[in-house]
C-alpha cells in the first residue's frame, strides 16, 4: 500500500521500469510504484508512456491530471478495481430505498464528525456546534443538520462573509472546476 502523494510541476517525461516510476526532467528520479498512493500531473507540460499508466492502474495509484491553470480536471480509474466491482455496482444498485437512506446518514454523520475533528484540531471552539448536529441527526437528514454544519464549519474556516455563491480562490479551490485569480 503506497503511502506517498507525488506531484509532478515541472516539464518531464514519465516512463515505467522494473515496478519504478522514472521521472526525466533536468534529473533522473525513480520511485517504486509500491510508495506511491497518488500521482498528481499538476502541469499540462508533462509526456506519460502508455505503459506507465497501465502498470499504474494495475498497482491501484490514482493518477490526476490538472489543466493549465493547476485545477484537477479528471482522474484515471481503472475499469475493474477487483474481480466482481460490476457486481458490487449492480447490488448497490437494488439497494432498497430503506438502506440508501441508512447509508446517506452514515455519510452525512461521518463528514459532520470529520469537520468537527478538523475545527477541534485547528483549535475553534464551533467543533462543539457540529458535534451537536452529529447528536440531532436524523434519519436521511429530514432536518439539513448536513447544511447547518457545512455553513459553520466554512464560516470557522474562513470567516462570517464567506459564501460559496461568490466567485473567489476559495471557493474555486473548494469547486476544483471554476478558474482561480
Excluded at 10 to 38: A, F, Q, W
Aim: hydrophobic letters at 40%; a neutral charge; charged letters at 25%.
Amino acid at each position: 500500500m503506497g503511502f506517498r502523494t507525488v506531484v509532478i510541476t515541472n516539464p518531464c517525461k514519465l516512463t515505467y521500469k522494473n515496478d519504478y516510476l522514472i521521472i526525466r526532467g533536468e534529473d533522473v528520479n525513480m520511485i517504486h510504484l509500491s510508495e506511491i498512493s497518488t500521482l498528481l500531473i499538476d502541469t499540462t507540460m508533462v509526456s506519460i508512456t502508455a505503459y506507465l499508466l497501465c502498470e499504474l492502474v494495475k498497482n491501484k495509484i490514482k493518477v490526476v491530471f490538472c489543466d493549465e491553470r493547476r485545477n484537477p480536471v479528471s482522474e484515471l480509474i481503472p475499469y475493474y478495481g477487483c474481480h466482481n466491482s460490476s457486481k458490487r455496482v449492480m447490488n448497490q444498485i437494488l439497494w432498497d430505498d430503506y438502506y440508501k437512506k441508512a447509508v446517506w446518514t452514515a455519510i452525512v454523520r461521518q463528514k459532520i464528525k470529520n469537520q468537527a475533528l478538523l475545527l477541534k484540531a485547528l483549535g475553534k471552539p464551533e467543533y462543539a456546534k457540529l458535534e451537536g448536529y452529529i447528536e440531532e441527526l436524523e434519519f436521511f437528514d429530514v432536518t439539513n443538520r448536513e447544511g447547518h454544519a457545512a455553513k459553520v464549519y466554512l464560516n470557522s474556516l474562513f470567516g462570517k462573509d464567506f459564501c460559496r455563491e461568490d466567485p473567489n480562490d476559495i471557493n474555486a479551490a473548494l469547486n476544483y472546476n471554476a478558474p482561480i485569480g
